[in-house]
């Protein structure tokens, strides 16, 4: 376990010296079973966990120095996510006679919006660090090697929206949420599968996804990702959009307005049919769009990616390509 006292959480969350560590030791385990170590794979969060408890040197090396400022990140992610499973737990007292709400004469409850801003808060602020977390990961991989053992590792590289970070450089507004990214995943696939790799063919797919991987991917095969992941995020956010149903939330499509009875509040709730409409339109329009884009710039560059693809065909007498 990465944690061992109140006063290291101290550093990310500024809690009362009182607070017992043994009330939280639960909650943390359950944060990094659930998605630190599905997150890292066994080999890379067990050589974290041996940094960890070694004594940090006094001239340390640039690997270690990489893996101090990975740990804070991944400490940080872990102990927001920690709060967030345990939230509900941690408000009750169990005994005998069940659950109860714990209070007393000084301190009382929370609000239940306030409640559900905290606990938000905390999933927001998890979630996001673990997007940090991968998003470091890739910028110094030459420093965790364990890490490029991990099958999660090729996932990584493997994805056309592997983090918040690339999807907003396209740019698509995600307001850093990692949880919409994950929301995303499912159309993600869908849209890749159906759209991406019909209009790539299985050819130039394949040997695209086996590129990604290697430490020196061929430049025309680079060269193929941005006109690939703008259609694939603006399909698959119209697709989420129309089955969930303004901002697109891990939760679907919501509005926020001013509440007109009391002062300074804002109110979030689903969109209106009519503009979730119009934005799944938009955004299946621009996805269409990008799509010609793709298919535009496959032609244009033929010949980099001539004999790997049956999707369109050179006519030499004329010169001209065309889709076959």
């Known amino acids: 376990m990465l944690f061992t006292t109140i006063d290291e959480i101290k550093n990310f969350l500024p809690i009362g010296a009182g607070n017992d560590f043994l009330k939280l030791k639960p909650h943390i385990q359950n944060a990094e079973n659930k998605y630190l170590k599905v997150l890292l794979g066994a080999g890379m969060y067990d050589e974290l966990q041996e940094f960890y408890e070694a004594e940090y040197p006094a001239e340390p090396t640039k690997t270690q120095e990489a893996t101090k400022i990975l740990l804070e990140k991944v400490q940080h992610a872990v102990i927001h996510l920690a709060y967030y499973l345990g939230f509900d737990f941690m408000n009750v007292t169990a005994s005998s006679a069940g659950f109860q709400r714990t209070e007393s004469d000084k301190l ?18 998890g979630f996001n660090a673990l997007d940090d977390v991968l998003v470091f990961l890739e910028d110094n991989i030459e420093h965790f090697g364990e890490f490029k053992l991990e099958p999660n590792y090729n996932a990584l590289k493997q994805s056309f929206l592997p983090t918040v970070k690339i999807v907003e450089e396209i740019p698509f507004n995600m307001q850093g949420s ?22 790539l063919g ?11 991987v290697s430490d020196n991917p061929d430049a025309g095969y680079v060269a193929l990702l941005p006109y ?5 995020v603006y399909l698959a956010s119209a697709l989420l959009m129309e089955e969930t149903g303004a901002t697109l939330g891990d939760k679907g499509l919501y509005f926020e307005k001013t509440d007109t009875t009391v002062q300074n509040t804002k109110i979030k709730g689903p969109s209106e049919a009519e503009r979730i409409a119009a934005m799944i339109a938009r955004n299946r329009n621009m996805g269409y769009a990008y799509l010609d884009m793709l298919k535009s710039y496959l032609a244009t560059n033929f010949e980099i990616y001539e004999g790997t693809t049956a999707r369109f065909s050179r006519d030499n007498t004329g010169k001209k390509t065309f889709w076959a």
């Open 108 to 125: 009382k409850g929370l609000y239940k919006y306030q409640e559900d801003n905290l606990k938000q808060y905390f999933s927001d602020s």
């Open 178 to 199: 990692r949880l919409t990214l994950l929301a995303l995943q499912p159309s993600v696939k869908f849209v890749e599968d159906t759209t991406i790799r019909t209009t």
């Open 202 to 212: 299985d050819v130039i797919y394949l040997a695209l996804k086996e590129e990604m």
């Open 228 to 232: 690939i992941r703008k259609p694939l």
